[in-house]
């Protein structure tokens, strides 16, 4: 079992930046890797960013160059800096992580970002 929460969102105007973080707790010695998700109103979760134990990244392409992501230093937690806010980018982020078959979620953080 793990359990993840997540905190740093909130209302940014575009161009601003947040810092989410996740924390993990639980079964953690076994994760590997790590990542944040998204959700939009009318929209389908997609993923955001992903990060290994070993610091090998994924982006998606809409986040490329503004966003990025990091484990800290105990790798129980994982952080997204956020540059460069779009409006588009608003949605609810979820930290994820996949463990023996299943994913595990965090409540989520609501980013909004204002036009």
């Known amino acids: 079992q793990v359990q993840l929460v997540e905190s740093g969102g909130g209302l940014v105007q575009a161009g601003g930046s947040l810092r989410l973080s996740c924390a993990a707790s639980g079964t953690i010695f076994s994760i590997n890797a790590m990542g944040w998700y998204r959700q939009a109103p009318g929209k389908q979760r997609e993923l955001v960013a992903a990060i290994t134990s070993g610091g090998s990244t994924n982006y998606a392409d809409s986040v490329k160059g503004r966003f990025t992501i990091s484990r800290g230093n105990a790798k129980n937690t994982v952080y997204l800096q956020m540059n460069s806010l779009k409006p588009e980018d608003t949605a609810v982020y979820y930290c994820?992580?996949?463990?023996?078959?299943?994913?595990?979620w965090g409540k989520g953080t609501l980013v909004t970002v204002s036009s």
């Open positions: 994820n992580v996949p463990l023996f078959g299943m994913n595990y």
